[in-house]
């Protein structure tokens, strides 16, 4: 079995920063594309930013140029760095992993983390 293992979320400042880090565990080959999420309160989950095993990156607008997403390879773990915070990045950040698993043969599953809080207030 995978898991993914969010940590990082908590209280932070506008203006301020945040760093989220998420670690896969479990029988893996690969981590391919993995990415971060996130939900408000009736609200549908939007995609955040996402990077590839090659390390390409995509952003949505709204995060363009304060998140930045990285990964290390070697921890099985991809990382959110948030900075130039807004109230509005207020939600609960979800990461995502598209993950080659080892079983009797090797098999590619999308995982979820259950999710860390984040709120941007004074």
């Known amino acids: 079995q995978v898991q993914l293992v969010e940590s990082g979320g908590g209280l932070g400042q506008p203006g301020g920063s945040l760093r989220l880090s998420c670690a896969a565990s479990?029988?893996?080959?690969?981590?391919?594309?993995a990415g971060w999420y996130r939900q408000v309160p009736g609200k549908q989950r939007e995609l955040v930013t996402t990077i590839t095993s090659g390390g390409s990156t995509n952003y949505a607008e709204s995060v363009k140029g304060r998140f930045t997403i990285s990964r290390d390879n070697a921890k099985n773990t991809v990382y959110l760095q948030m900075n130039s915070l807004k109230p509005e990045d207020t939600a609960v950040y979800y990461c995502?992993?598209?993950?080659?698993?080892?079983?009797?043969?090797?098999?590619?599953?999308?995982?979820w983390g259950q999710g860390t809080q984040v709120t941007v207030s004074s």
């Open positions: 479990g029988s893996i080959f690969r981590i391919n594309t």
């Open positions: 995502n992993a598209e993950i080659v698993v080892v079983t009797h043969r090797l098999q590619n599953y999308n995982y």
